[in-house]
C-alpha cells in the first residue's frame, strides 16, 4: 500500500471516531446559584458527584439539605438534569454549559420560566465563579 493513501487511511479512521465526551469527576463539587431576582446574591452550593452500580448520580447539597437529580445527561459540553427545589417542591430543569477550566455553569428554570444561575467547580478548585 502507498504511503500516501495509509495516511490518508489513518486521517479519516481519526476523523471519524467519535468526540470524547466530558468526563464529571466524582467527589464533592461546589458552587453558588444566584436567584434571577436577586443578582448580586450568590447562595453556596455543593454536589456530590458519584457513581451508584455503573450509573452517575448528582446530589446537590444547600445547608444541609441534600436534594437528589434525575434525568442526567452528558451531551457534547452540556450538563443537564431536573430535581425538585425542595422548599417549594417545583420541579427544575438545568442546562450547564461546560467551560474551558472544566468547570460548569448554567440556568435552572422551572415550568413558568423563573429562573436561577447555577455554578459548578470539580473538586479541589476555586468555587464561585460566574
Keep these: 500500500m502507498p504511503k500516501s493513501v495509509f495516511v490518508l487511511i489513518c486521517f479519516f479512521a481519526a476523523c471519524s471516531a467519535p468526540p470524547s465526551r466530558p468526563v464529571l469527576q466524582e467527589g464533592t463539587w461546589t458552587g453558588g446559584l444566584t ?7 450568590v ?8 457513581r451508584i452500580h455503573g450509573k452517575l448520580s448528582i446530589t446537590l447539597n444547600n445547608e444541609g439539605i441534600q ?28 442546562a450547564f454549559a461546560r467551560r474551558t477550566d472544566a468547570s460548569y455553569a448554567g440556568r435552572c428554570t422551572d415550568a413558568e420560566g423563573k429562573w436561577a444561575h447555577f455554578t459548578m467547580t470539580p473538586p479541589g478548585e476555586q468555587a464561585g465563579r460566574r
Design 35 to 41: 436567584p434571577m431576582n436577586h443578582p448580586d446574591m
Design 43 to 50: 447562595l453556596p452550593l455543593t454536589y456530590e458527584v458519584r
Design 67 to 94: 436534594t437528589p437529580t434525575r434525568n442526567l445527561a452528558i451531551e457534547g459540553d452540556t450538563l443537564s438534569f431536573v430535581f425538585n427545589e425542595p422548599e417549594e417542591n417545583v420541579e427544575l430543569t438545568c
